[in-house]
């Protein structure tokens, strides 16, 4: 009988594998004994070539995991045998935080290898049976087929967020990565893996807006309600065009007369429909979008130019600068380009900072200076929550305002170590000759402690909430 090529893998003595192809050709004749003709050709480079194209098709070359579509599939028959033993699947959409900033400041190549190492640490700390996929630049998917129950899925998924928090050094710098996860459950039925996906999704981006680096389970009750994070993505192209993009200001007073001295711009996107959205709900997906620059751009633009039509007294206006603005060389052409279109004064303009911003930035001196130089003021945003604090302040001369966390004044009230930190604080700004400000005074009892501290000025709801121009302007 005829017998077609077969493909055949060959271990050779040293311990090697070629690949060959084997061709059987029959001769027969009546008289003589079957006689069979074989070739053996050698396939091992077009073999080799094969998995290679494989692994590229189904693989990440960053980190070597599934990619996308691979791990899709893998979802897929995950949830096709949970449907038939009726186990439980549960899925994790990891997104590392900050990546963006880790880019901005030190090159992708330090990127990279940061995604990497947050790659491995991933893979290495769930199952040998679970699956660890790349879904985009910052995005990981875990599929944890037969987790057992949800409890166990929890105890994974606080696994994975310890093992990616460990500090990592790259290239001389110190970095504290972290990951924001969300957690899906397949209900044993069968869910689609699309549908999955987008749960965890969904339960991903509450924990990255309500507490960076933790978990949550997607509750199908809050589905309804819940933003969307690849939907908000999508909407954000289209609000810079339609000017959804709004200024809330709030105002901060002067301390101890209670005069308005200024205001501070608040970014507020007025949606279609799901209505006025506070920063916490999209600030992360634009700064991280290419929108980032037209958007910050925008908010300095439209500050300066609101800021020029109040009467000259509370003509300061506190602006609050992205970590990517920071960093960008044209930012003092940028800031000089919006107070010469709106004639404001350089002393009328106050660029709020946090401290983090700074630190992650090895040029971040220099920086300060050069905005300093055209005369406008810089304040440190919610003082005293970040790392450093006060002996912080001397590597950074041209800091000249404080802005005291909103943390500080609420602590007030429940201990005395808060009190006897705020009043420090006070001390030492003052000493250093610079303006502190306290934010976050809700009732008059703050109000008046606040005073009597001797803070320059305060802010909070009890002297304002945030409000659209025309009214602040009242
Ligand atoms: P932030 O700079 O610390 O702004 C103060 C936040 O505290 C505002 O929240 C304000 O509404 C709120 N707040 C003011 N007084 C009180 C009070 O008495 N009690 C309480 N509980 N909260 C008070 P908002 O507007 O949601 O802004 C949140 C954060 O978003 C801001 O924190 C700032 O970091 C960021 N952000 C806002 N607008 C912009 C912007 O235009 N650009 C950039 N890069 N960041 C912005
Ligand atoms: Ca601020
Ligand atoms: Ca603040």
Redesign the pocket.
């Known amino acids: 009988a005829h017998t077609g090529p077969v493909e055949k893998r060959y271990v050779l003595p040293d311990g090697s594998t070629v690949w060959a192809r084997l061709h059987l050709a029959p001769l027969l004749s009546p008289d003589e004994p079957e006689v069979v003709i074989a070739q053996l050709e050698d396939i091992t480079d077009r073999k080799r070539a094969e998995s290679r194209l494989v692994q590229q098709a189904h693989y990440d070359t960053l980190t070597d995991l599934p990619n996308r579509a691979h791990s899709m599939r893998r979802l897929r028959a995950a949830l096709d045998a949970a449907a038939e033993t009726g186990t439980l699947t549960a899925v994790f959409f990891c997104d590392v935080d900050r990546l963006k900033l880790v880019n901005d400041a030190h090159g992708h190549a330090v990127g990279d290898a940061y995604l990497r190492e947050v790659a491995r640490r991933i893979r290495a700390s769930v199952r040998s049976d679970d699956t660890v996929g790349r879904l985009s630049g910052d995005e990981f998917v875990v599929i944890l087929p037969a987790v057992g129950t949800p409890t166990q899925a929890i105890g994974l998924a606080g696994r994975v967020i310890d093992s990616v928090r460990q500090p990592l050094r790259l290239g001389g710098e110190g970095f504290s990565p972290s990951v924001s996860l969300g957690i899906a459950y397949s209900a044993g039925l069968a869910s689609s893996p699309d549908e999955l996906l987008a749960q965890a999704d969904t339960a991903m981006y509450r924990a990255k807006t309500e507490d960076r680096g933790s978990w949550r389970v997607h509750d199908s009750a809050v589905k309804s309600t819940a933003i969307s994070h690849l939907q908000l993505r999508t909407d954000v192209a289209a609000a810079l065009e339609l000017r959804q993009f709004v200024?809330?200001y709030?105002p901060i007073v002067r301390l101890p007369d209670r005069k308005v001295m200024g205001y501070?711009?608040?970014?507020?996107w007025q949606h279609p429909t799901r209505g006025l959205l506070?920063?916490?709900a999209f600030?992360d997906v634009v700064?991280d979008s290419e929108y980032e620059t037209p958007v910050?751009d925008w908010?300095l633009r439209q500050a300066c130019r609101d800021a020029s039509r109040r009467p000259r007294d509370q003509r300061r206006v506190n602006?609050?600068?992205?970590s990517l603005?920071i960093g960008r060389r044209d930012l003092p052409d940028l800031v000089l380009g919006c107070l010469r279109e709106s004639g404001l004064e350089a002393d009328d303009l106050v660029l709020?900072l946090?401290e983090d911003r700074l630190l992650s930035r090895p040029d971040g001196v220099q920086l300060l200076d050069r905005l300093r130089n055209l005369g406008v003021s810089i304040a440190i945003?919610?003082f005293g929550t970040g790392y450093a604090g006060l002996q912080y302040l001397q590597r950074f001369p041209d800091i000249n305002i404080i802005?005291l966390?909103?943390g500080f004044i609420a602590g007030v009230w429940r201990d005395q170590v808060s009190e006897h930190i705020v009043r420090g604080i006070i001390d030492i700004a003052h000493s250093c000759g610079l303006t502190l400000v306290v934010?976050?005074?809700?009732t008059t009892e703050q109000a008046h402690f606040v005073q009597q501290l001797g803070a320059d000025a305060a802010?909070?709801?009890?002297f304002g909430?945030?409000a659209p121009y025309c009214q602040a302007h009242e």
Do not use: F, I
């Not at 934010?439 to 809700?442: I, L, S, T």
């Open positions: 200024l809330h709030q501070e711009a608040l970014l507020r506070l920063p916490a600030l700064l910050t908010v602006v609050n600068l992205s603005q709020e946090t945003d919610d802005k966390d909103r934010e976050g005074v809700e802010q909070g709801y009890y909430r945030p």
